[in-house]
Nanobody, 122 residues
Framework: QVQLVESGGGLVQAGGSLRLSCAAS????????MAWFRQAPGKEREFVAA????????PYADSVKGRFTISRDNAKNTVYLQMNSLKPDDTAVYYC???????????????WGQGTQVTVSS
């Protein structure tokens, strides 16, 4: 069992930056792939970025490539999402998720956090 708690969301102007954190409980965090998804009002949850257990593989959605960076600190049981050059289209609730092997489809993830709101004003 893995419990996930996101933090770091907020209101930022376009062009600004935020760093999201996702703290995980459980001794097996380092064996899980982690991912960030987001969901805007009226839209389906969409993949943002993922990272495998040791950070060696980090796929990104095309919409965030070059602007967002996912990373993890297994000693702290935490995964991060550094978001730069934010755009109003990035406004959404951001969720972190965990599963044994890396995937980019939200339906394949077993564990979810409660989400953190990111709002980018123009």
């Amino acid at each position: 069992q893995v419990q996930l708690v996101e933090s770091g969301g907020g209101l930022v102007q376009a062009g600004g930056s935020l760093r999201l954190s996702c703290a995980a409980s459980g001794r097996t965090f380092s064996s899980y792939a982690m991912a960030w998804f987001r969901q805007a009002p009226g839209k389906e949850r969409e993949f943002v970025a993922a990272i495998d257990w040791n950070g060696g593989h980090t796929p990104y959605a095309d919409s965030v490539k070059g602007r967002f960076t996912i990373s993890r600190d297994n000693a702290k049981n935490t995964v991060y999402l550094q978001m730069n050059s934010l755009k109003p289209d990035d406004t959404a609730v951001y969720y972190c998720a965990a599963r044994p092997y890396i995937r980019i489809t939200f339906k394949e993830y077993d564990y979810w956090g409660q989400g953190t709101q990111v709002t980018v004003s123009s």
